[in-house]
Every structure is written in C-alpha cells, then in structure tokens.
C-alpha cells in the first residue's frame, strides 16, 4: 500500500506542489571522475581473478589449484570496488528520479526517498528560513532550504543542504517558497 503526501502532513496542512527530480544525467564530473579512477581497480581485479581461474581450472597440482583460489579470491574486492566506482554513480543518477518524491505544503518541504529503505526529510519553512535557489544551463532549478551545518572528522566546518534538487518548475516553486516564508496566502500550482 502506497502512502499518500496527506498521510504525513499535520492537521490542516495543504499540499501547494509536488514534484520529483528531473530525468537524465546531472553530475556528469562527478560520474567522469568516479570512472576514470575505477577503471584501473575493475581492471586490476578482472586480470588478478582471471589469472587465478586460470590457475584454478588449469589444475597442474594442488598448489597450483590453492594459489588459483587466493588470487581469485584477492581480486573480487578489486572488481567490487572498480565496479562500483565505474556504474554506481551512473547507475545512481538514472535511478534517483524514479525514487525521489517532492512536496511542498503551506508549511514545509517533504523529500521522500527510497533507496534500500523508505525515508521521509520533513523541513519546516520559517520566517527565518534561509532559501539558496541554483539553475543550470540544462533548464533545471536546485532550491535548497534546509541547512544541517556539521563538523567533520578533520574539524573541517561542513554544511549538508537539503531540498528539491533538479526539477524543472522551480521557479514558480521558489516563488512559493518565498511567499510562505512571508506569511502570504498561496494556491496551489
């Protein structure tokens, strides 16, 4: 059974605008980045395991047979990691739209994800809330509007933004965002 947006939303709550991420590629660096570097580990991993079957399945002698299992089995986190670097960020950003829920209400955001499990970030939208508005040249509009400021294991002063990342009627969104912010009355789009 699926949920409904009203099933999370507090008594009297209106839902103004939902939405998801817009499909496609958006950290096209990023993915570059991950595969240009997990290519050596998937190769290294493929050529280690394969010459360890070849020792396997060559079977000239029990030593033989033991060093082709040890380097089979020394090269299956190489192929792991290489793989994983090489599709999991691609794989990642053509899945993020079908697991990706927005909602806006005339009180806060809902971001509804599910990946391994269901989760629900619910952001309230305050006069003193602090709204960051980011647009591409691809035609699509990051608004962010949740700020969790943190420090890391460095001592390094991080900030992890939360909001509607990717859509593509963010300015009217925006607009949205602003007009609840300022206490105005708002229909919804």
Not at 53 to 65: E, I, Q, R, T
Not at 143 to 165: L, P
């Amino acid at each position: 059974m699926k949920d409904a947006w009203e099933d999370w939303f507090q008594k009297d709550e209106r839902l103004l605008w939902q939405g998801a991420p817009a499909p496609g590629q958006w950290n096209w660096i990023r993915n570059v980045f991950f595969t240009a570097f997990g290519i050596p580990f998937l190769g290294a991993g493929l050529f280690v395991s394969g010459m360890g079957l070849g020792y396997l399945f060559g079977l000239s002698g029990f030593w033989d047979a033991a060093l082709g299992i040890f380097l089979t089995a020394f090269g299956i986190p190489f192929m792991a990691v290489g793989g994983g670097m090489v599709f999991g960020s691609w794989v990642h950003d053509y899945m993020k739209p079908t697991h990706t829920r927005y909602a806006l209400t005339d009180r806060a955001g809902y971001i509804a994800t599910r990946f391994w499990k269901r989760n629900m970030d619910v952001v309230p939208i305050t006069p003193d809330t602090q709204v960051e508005i980011e647009e591409t040249r691809r035609g699509t509009t990051s608004i962010y509007f949740g700020f969790d400021h943190y420090t890391d294991s460095d001592g390094d002063r991080q900030t992890r933004k939360k909001g509607f990342e990717s859509i593509l009627d963010g300015r009217a969104v925006y607009k949205l965002i602003r007009a609840i912010k300022e206490g105005e009355e708002v229909a919804p789009i």
